[in-house]
Structures are given as C-alpha cells and as structure tokens.
C-alpha cells in the first residue's frame, strides 16, 4: 500500500511512502536429524514411515515396527517481511544554470521473520548478520546545455556481527561522482569516481573480514566511458 504526494504550491517536488508485506509459503527448509524427526513425527508428515501393527500392538497403543526414517528437504518454512519504502524528489531549475534534480529513498525493514524447521520456533532476523534495519541514497544531478553532474552518497546500516561475536558492524557510507560532457561528432564523454573517500567496508568476524552480501566492498575506483548516439 502507498500514496504520492505533489504539492502545487512547490512545483516539481513529489514524495512518496510504500507499505509493504510479504509473506512466502512452503519455502524449502533443511531437514532435521533422524532422532528430531521422530520425537516431532507429526510435524514431519511422511517422514517416518512404519510398518502395520501387529493386532499385539495395536492392542497396547503401540505403532507399528520403524521401517523408515527420511531425511529429505520439506517445505517448511513461512518467512514473513514488513517494511516501508520512502522516496523524495525535488526538480527546480534556476535561470540560465542548467536543471537540477534532488532525489533521496530509503527503505525500513520493520521486520522479518523466519522459520527453517517446524520444530524450530520462529526468529527475528533484522539487525542480525548482513540484514541492516535501514539502507538509502541521496543524489543530486545537475544537467546543462552540453553537460551534466552528479553526486551520489550510498548509505547502509549496521546490524550484528556473525555468531558468536558479540560485535555491532558499524554502518557504511560510500560517496560517488560523474561528470558528462558533449563532444565533436555526436560523441559524448564521461569520467566518474565510485566510492571517492576509498571507505573499506566495516570489519567483521566472518572469514573474508567482511558482510558480503550486505556491504560495498569494491575500493576506490575510476572509470572513463565515450558513447555515441546513433
């Protein structure tokens, strides 16, 4: 669920807010340990397969011989995500340099929870390793007769550092440029910097030394592209 919002009394401005929810059903999960399996056979239907009682066992209440113990994937698992996405934009252009656009989104995981084993209860995962609360970017381009700019600075939250380690990963900030510039025969050229300030990503206790689905870990780079318009 969201709505957008233009006011007219500030001309090129727009805002907007998402809601979100989402919910997986049946997500494959690993399977338990054989003696799991048939402590909590009725939340592993089929995986524990017996033979028919005997009219001696069924008379004492017990099952039938144990045949079979199967330990294979299920889908188990129910995860569940609640966030809200924000988003801000703000298009102005002052007489005679060249339009500018301020553009800014962030996104909140409020939360997510995950369940790996039926017999497992469910887990909270945000904050916990490589999950940050919060992530975002702001820009700001600038576009002339013949050239333009921009600038882009890249935010991610911290979270818990990998188990057991009690640390916090800090957060990271990363800042990026470009800068275009028409040329002679429909060319047009662009220089840009990523990650200007060379910022490492925050250390952890995982084996690379670092969150790598969660933080940017690609140092200080330059680039130089010549595009041609056909």
Request: charged share 15%.
């Amino acid at each position: 669920v969201g709505f957008q919002l233009a006011p007219r009394f500030l001309k090129g401005l727009s805002l907007s807010v998402d809601v979100y929810t989402v919910e997986v059903t049946n997500r494959i999960g690993q399977p338990a340990t054989p003696a799991i399996i048939l402590a909590n056979a009725a939340l592993f239907p089929g995986a524990v397969v017996r033979a028919t009682p005997t009219a001696a066992a069924t008379a004492s209440g017990l099952p039938g011989d144990l045949r079979e113990i199967r330990t294979v994937l299920g889908n188990y698992g129910r995860p569940r995500a609640r966030g809200v996405d924000f988003a801000a934009e703000y298009r102005f252009a002052p007489n005679r340099l060249g339009r500018f656009t301020a553009r800014s989104v962030a996104s909140l995981i409020n939360s997510q929870t995950i369940r790996t084993r039926p017999d497992l209860p469910q887990v909270e995962t945000v904050g916990l390793y490589e999950l940050p609360r919060w992530r975002g970017d702001a820009s700001l381009l600038w576009t002339g007769r013949h050239a333009s700019a921009a600038v882009n600075v890249n935010y991610i939250g911290g979270f818990q550092d990998t188990s057991p380690s009690p640390l916090f990963v800090k957060q990271q900030v990363t800042t990026d440029v470009q800068f275009s510039h028409e040329l002679p025969w429909g060319l047009r050229g662009t220089i840009g910097v990523n990650n200007v300030f060379d910022r490492l990503p925050p250390a952890t206790s995982f084996s690379t030394g670092y969150a790598e689905r969660a933080s940017n870990f690609l140092p200080r780079w330059s680039y130089i592209q010549l595009s041609k318009a056909f």
